[in-house]
Every structure is written in structure tokens, then in C-alpha cells.
């Protein structure tokens, strides 16, 4: 007997509630669609991964994670912040362990995997070797470096580490910075101080409670001239007390939107002494008398500030991947209103379009993302080991230096585009969910809350944007002299054949090529990168200096950089596929066209208003852009299912992988909300109802009831 014979004599005898039942099963609904997949699943997350041994290797950490006691994460929604702070510590002896027993490679994707579990201890810890650490390998000598990893900065012994740069007045304007560092050439130390209120160090991580030292960042001032910010070593806290140290002044800034697993404070230093030793001397030097020796090519020591974007731009793929992980599954199952044609069974939020049109397309840039944050990563990479060896007198310099300010622009770019467009995604996830989005156990809340903060660290989005715009300026402006541009930026070289270019395709399903929607990037963005270099020339033109130029035409770069960014986005999409042989092909190019063509539809005015697509063609887009949708969604559970992430890594009962939402949520609930004795019964609701009140206790037997023959009048 055939599966579908047995099926229709199971059928035969269930009476119609009980096939209703069967029909709305949520786990059923899940398996149905996984029984959808037209492509190796398995090989898709081999692909994302890397290869078969990350996976392997991904999948190893996720199970000794969920089984360490520490990261326990079921009630995590229900603690308090110093329950939570106490957690966070708790788990920096687990993660020593691991970083002294594995490669620097193979740690990184650990803390990868943490960063999706629990984003705040992520923070804490990365605060110290990402942040801490990180200043020192960037601004030491190779004597200094050594001093301070034989102290304990490496091993995290003797010292915990904190990032003392933003202040309360000063964030992104970096050269701003009060604080300042004074050389006093008699006793050979510098006097870190703290002039002012604004001046007081803001929003340090592990200042509040742990951090035994500092980087400070600071204006060293040398025989009473300014040198601008440099990085210098301060002692915070006796490591074996923890009572702060002479003229040291710390507090705790309280509770924040998320990541309250993060003791972050603020600094007050008043005249504290430091060896001259203690400010990192790797690029500009102070001798004993006084004597500052500055770098030749001061843009080499940018390259160390670009880890942190690179970082988020991966960052802002992966907790995407995690939130449409929750939406789209819960899509699947969730079930509301019946047409006329199903039976009284109710339709699955997934099967209507307005839910495709919400979820599909945030799905096909959460793979962009992913794409371009694989190749930014290698780019980071590939400049920095460059960077290493550099000198100023390189034959390859220009080339090297031209490298460096596309990274830095590219970077800045895509760091301020992907964490806003990761934010927006998590809400719209939530929002999908309808009511139980907003409960804190289905896990979107509380990411929208951790994540929030991207979008304004290392660098406020909009100032990072602005940056990009500049640098698409200064592209322009190069390609005009004749200049080869980077590869990131080098359509400007071919302004002639892009500007007044139209596409000429012969019917319009042509359209529905990566090739067509690349070259309708290049030729939108070539127009308005060269209409904010004219806005920004006229300002020029009218007297003012490069930097009031550059801030009177700031919509214009914003506008360029935006638009050159979601080009950049598709482009590295498409060349993360083009490569791709097998069954997968097809539903990664079907994602591919649907981001190119939702981000069209998106900044439609500008295709139009350049003239690269006629509004016929722009319908056609439009029309598309659902059928893709519809495409997409019939593989979207397998394509989520190919992210890979476990359960425990979901946290959240409507992204179960079995599809069983109801009965996980609800047990979750029980578990931590248990019936017991009224909290507050005694103490506030009964005073309330047994207030005296004038005639309170006389009953109406009647209990407002009208009169039967009033009915009748």
C-alpha cells in the first residue's frame, strides 16, 4: 500500500474534529514544510559556514555551550541586573579555558556563537580583548606590548582591562576628547586629568565594578603643545583590594536598554600619575626630554579602528539569520482567518502575500549581509597582515594607502547600513509575531534592546554614513583627474558610459538578471555620487572651506552613501553565487533577485528620476518582486533551517525547530511565572475593594437590570 493509501484509510476513520486536529497540528504544519525543500539543505550550511569541518566544528561549540551550566539561558528574561552582572563574570573562566587551549581562529567563531546567545557577556569580554588588548596590539611597541601581556593583559591575570574613549561630551568626535595628558619632564611621568564635567570618561565597560586598568584615550600636550588623542595605560584599581587608586573616581551609570550584563561606568581621573612608559608608543613617541617623534604616514595607524565595523557588519547577518529564524517559523504554524474554499481550516501567516512581502525580503538581505560580511572580512584581514609589514617608503605604498581609505569608507558604510537595516528587521520579525512579539520569553524584544546599541557605538551611524559619502566625493573628484579608483568605487571611472545609459533589454523577463540589476546600481549611483560632487563644488565656489562644503551637501552624501551601499550589498551577494554549483543554485539566486529587485522598488524615484528604468519596467519590478517573494517562501523554512542554529541558540518557543510553539510557550510561562500565595492581595487590592464608601452595603437584588416592560416601549 502506497504512503498516500495508507493516509486516506487513516483519514477514514478520524471523525471531523479529529481531522480538523491533525490539520492545524502546528508540528505537522512544520513538517509539511520542511517535506517542501528542493535543495541539500546540509550543503547550504556548508556554504554559509565555510565548509563541511565549520560546520562540524560550529555544531561542536553550540552542544558545549548549551551544555555548560553558566550559559544557561531559559531565565534569562526573569533576573535581575546584578543577578545578570554576576553571570557575565561567571563566565570568563569558561571562555579562558577555551582561549588557552584553542587557535585565535577557532576562538573567534566561539565567541561568534556566543555573540548569538548572550550579546552582553560577548560585549564584557570583548571589551577586554577585543577592545583593551586591541588598543594595545595596535598603539605598542613590540617592548610594550610584551611588558603588558608578561603583566596579565593576555592571560587575564593580575589585570582586567576597560576602553576609556568616549566621554560625556565627546562620542564620535574623537579628536575632541578633553582629558588630557601632560608630560611632566622633571619626574618623567605624564598627569592624566580630567578638566572638566564633559570630560569625565562615559559608558566604559568594566569600569563600574571590574576593570583594574584603562586605555584612556587622551590629549597629550608636550612642553604645553598639543599633540591630539593618544592611548596611555592607567591603573584604575589595586588588583588585589579593588579600592581605587589615588586620584581615581569611578561610578556605575546604571541600567541601559540592553546588555545589562555590562558593568559600564565612568571616570573621573584628578592629576593621577603614569610612567611615560604607560602611553603606547608604537606610532608617535615622547623621549625623556620631551622630544615627540609623530609618524610619517599617520593613515597607517587607522587600519586597528576598522575591526570593531568589520565585526558588526557579520554581526548584523548573523542576529538577523536568528531573529527571521523565530518570524519564519512561527509563519509556518501560526494560523488566522479561514477562506471559503479551505474547509474551516485557517491559513498559515506564511501563505498570505502581505506576510510574504513582510518577511521574504528582509530573509534575502539577511543573505546579502552574510555574503558581504564574508568579504569584508577578508578584506580586513588581507590589509591588515599588508599593514604589518608596511613602511613608508614601500613602492606599492600609493596602492597600499589607496586600499586602506576604501576599507576605512567601506567599512563606515556598511557598518551604519547593515546594523539599521539588522534593527529594522528585528522589529519587523516581532511585529510579525503580532501579541506574542511582545512578550519578553519569544525572544525579539529583548534582541531589538541588545542590539539597539550598534547602531551609536564605534561610531554613530549617521556620522559613519557621512564619512562614506565624503569618501564617494573625493572618488569622484579623483576619476575626474584621471585617477584608477578601487574596485569597491571604480564605476566612477566609467562615468561616460554609465551616466546617460538606459536599460535596453528586449523584453522585460531579461530584466531578471544579476548582470542588469548591477549595472542599474552603477548607473544610479554614479549619478548621484556626481550630483553631490557638483552640490559640493558649488559650495566650494561660493567661498567655503572643505569642511562647511562637506557639511552644507551632508543629505547628498547620506543619499549617495545609502544608495551606493545597498548597490555594494547586491553586488557582493551576486558574486558570493555566482561560484555556486548544485541543487542550491537556484533558491540563492532567487534570494539574489529578490534583494536586488526589493531594494530597486525601494529607491524607485532614483531609477526613474536617472531614467535607467522606464515606469513600465519599474511595474515589472514591482510585479516580480512578489512573484519572488512566493518562490522564496516556499523554500523558507529550509532556508532557515540551513543557518544552523540550534534551539538553545533560538531561545525562544516560537522558533522551535519541531513547530510545537503553543505547548513550549506556554510551559515556559509555567515554569517561570509558577501559581503560588497573592503577591499583593492582602497589602493593596483588599483595602482597595473594602474601602468605606457612603452606601456601599446595600445590595440591588435587581443589579441594574431594567424593567421587562421598559423593553417594550
Request: hydrophobic fraction near 35%; charge should be negative; include cysteine.
Amino acid at each position: 500500500m502506497s504512503p498516500q493509501a495508507r493516509l486516506n484509510a487513516v483519514k477514514q476513520h478520524l471523525t471531523p474534529e479529529q481531522e480538523h486536529a491533525r490539520a492545524v497540528d502546528p508540528v505537522a504544519s512544520m513538517s509539511e514544510e520542511r517535506a517542501k525543500a528542493a535543495f541539500d539543505i546540509r550543503q547550504l550550511t556548508y556554504l554559509l559556514d565555510g565548509g563541511e569541518k565549520a560546520t562540524e566544528l560550529r555544531e561542536r561549540m553550540m552542544q558545549e555551550i548549551e551544555r555548560d551550566p553558566l550559559f544557561k539561558v531559559y531565565d534569562i528574561y526573569d533576573i535581575t541586573k546584578e543577578e545578570l552582572r554576576e553571570r557575565t563574570m561567571q563566565k570568563f573562566r569558561s571562555m579562558i579555558h577555551h582561549l588557552q587551549n584553542e587557535s585565535v581562529d577557532t576562538f573567534k567563531k566561539r565567541m561568534e556563537v556566543i555573540s548569538l546567545i548572550d550579546p552582553g557577556f560577548w560585549t564584557r569580554f570583548g571589551v577586554h580583548y577585543g577592545l583593551f588588548v586591541g588598543a594595545l596590539q595596535s598603539n605598542a611597541s613590540p617592548g610594550q606590548l610584551s611588558y603588558w601581556f608578561e603583566k596579565g593583559a593576555l592571560s587575564l591575570q593580575g589585570m582586567v582591562g576597560c576602553f576609556a574613549m568616549t566621554e560625556i561630551g565627546h562620542g564620535s568626535n574623537v579628536p575632541g576628547l578633553e582629558t588630557t595628558a601632560t608630560f611632566d619632564e622633571a619626574s618623567d611621568h605624564f598627569v592624566i586629568h580630567t578638566p572638566t564635567l564633559t570630560a569625565t570618561k562615559w559608558w566604559i565597560g568594566g569600569a563600574a565594578h571590574s576593570a583594574t586598568h584603562a586605555a584612556v584615550f587622551a590629549q597629550l600636550i608636550v612642553k604645553g603643545k598639543k599633540y591630539g588623542t593618544k592611548c596611555f595605560i592607567v591603573p584604575l584599581r589595586d588588583p588585589k583590594t579593588y579600592n581605587l587608586l589615588p586620584g581615581v573616581n569611578i561610578g556605575d551609570i546604571g541600567k541601559k536598554m540592553g546588555r545589562d550584563g555590562i558593568d559600564n561606568g565612568w571616570i573621573q581621573f584628578t592629576n593621577v600619575r603614569i610612567p611615560r612608559g604607560y602611553m603606547l608608543q608604537k606610532h608617535t613617541k615622547v623621549s625623556r626630554t620631551g622630544e615627540v617623534t609623530e609618524p610619517k604616514l599617520q593613515q597607517l595607524t587607522y587600519g586597528a579602528l576598522l575591526q570593531g565595523r568589520v565585526a558588526m557588519v557579520v554581526d548584523s547577518g548573523n542576529v538577523s539569520k536568528k531573529a527571521l529564524t523565530i518570524a519564519i517559523r512561527y509563519a509556518a504554524v501560526r494560523r488566522q482567518f479561514a477562506n471559503s474554499k479551505s474547509g474551516g481550516i485557517e491559513t498559515k501567516l506564511l501563505d498570505y502575500p502581505i506576510h510574504q512581502r513582510r518577511l521574504m525580503p528582509l530573509l534575502a538581505q539577511a543573505f546579502a549581509m552574510h555574503f558581504t560580511g564574508t568579504e569584508m572580512t577578508t578584506m580586513y584581514n588581507k590589509m591588515m597582515s599588508r599593514l604589518d609589514s608596511a613602511n613608508p617608503g614601500d613602492a606599492d605604498m600609493e596602492e597600499v594607502l589607496e586600499g586602506l581609505k576604501e576599507t576605512h569608507a567601506t567599512s563606515a558604510g556598511l557598518k551604519a547600513f547593515c546594523t539599521w537595516n539588522c534593527l529594522t528587521t528585528i522589529e519587523q520579525c516581532r511585529q510579525s509575531c503580532g501579541g506574542h512579539g511582545y512578550s519578553a520569553y519569544t525572544g525579539l524584544a529583548g534582541m531589538y534592546n541588545d542590539f539597539a546599541v550598534q547602531c551609536t557605538w564605534e561610531g554613530d551611524n549617521t556620522i559613519l554614513a557621512l564619512q562614506a559619502g565624503r569618501y564617494l566625493i573625493s572618488s569622484y573628484r579623483d576619476a575626474m583627474k584621471g585617477k584608477k579608483l578601487s574596485a569597491g568605487v571604480d564605476y566612477l571611472n566609467n562615468l561616460n558610459g554609465l551616466i546617460k545609459k538606459r536599460c535596453d533589454v528586449k523584453k522585460l523577463e531579461d530584466i531578471l538578471q544579476p548582470i542588469i540589476i548591477t549595472e542599474a546600481w552603477q548607473v544610479v549611483c554614479a549619478n548621484v555620487v556626481r550630483n553631490a560632487a557638483k552640490e559640493f563644488e558649488e559650495c566650494l565656489k561660493k567661498g567655503l572651506d572643505m569642511d562647511d562644503a562637506y557639511e552644507e551637501c551632508s543629505q547628498a552624501r547620506l543619499y549617495a552613501a545609502r544608495l551606493h551601499t545597498c548597490g555594494y550589498l547586491f553586488n557582493r551577494f551576486a558574486d558570493g553565487i555566482s561560484k555556486v554549483q548544485g541543487d542550491i543554485k537556484q533558491p540563492l539566486m532567487n534570494l539574489c533577485l529578490l534583494y536586488g529587485f526589493y531594494t530597486i522598488e525601494e529607491n524607485a524615484g532614483a531609477f526613474l528620476q536617472y531614467e535607467y528604468f522606464t515606469p513600465k519596467q519599474i511595474e515589472f519590478i514591482r510585479a516580480q518582486t512578489n512573484v519572488l517573494c512566493k518562490a522564496v517562501r516556499d523554500q523558507a523554512i529550509p532556508l532557515v533551517d540551513a543557518f544552523n542554529l540550534s534551539d538553545f541558540i533560538v531561545n525562544s518557543p516560537l522558533g522551535r525547530a519541531d513547530g510545537n510553539v503553543y505547548e513550549h510557550y506556554f510551559e515556559q510561562v509555567k515554569r517561570l511565572n509558577p501559581q503560588g500565595e497573592h503577591p499583593y492581595f492582602d497589602r493593596l487590592i483588599k483595602p482597595l475593594l473594602e474601602r468605606d464608601t457612603e452606601g456601599a452595603d446595600v445590595e440591588d437584588e435587581e443589579a441594574g437590570l431594567e424593567e421587562e416592560d421598559e423593553d417594550d416601549e
